[in-house]
């Protein structure tokens, strides 16, 4: 009968339709999985430069420290330079 022809015409139109939804489907859950993969490297690599950054920054501050120290060992030796000058000129004078 027509009705029974076109109760199968659409039941095979929609199961064309669910085949094409399927097909559909693993498409994104394959891209799903692929996406997920790289924001996993993405966030091991974020990981990985944060270590580093703060790895570089401890170093900058440790050489921060050292330039500081050595500006002040540097002073300190420049006015020891100049009061040992100024003693040897005294005695120099002293001894004209």
Known sequence: SAELAQWQRRVGELGG???ELEETL???????????????????????NVAQKEDQEERIATLEKRYLNAQRESTSLHDLNEKLEQELQHKEAQLK
């Open 17 to 19: 339709r669910v085949a």
């Open 26 to 48: 693993s498409k994104a859950q394959k891209e799903l999985m692929k996406t997920q993969e790289t924001n996993g490297k993405l966030q091991r690599d974020l990981r990985e």
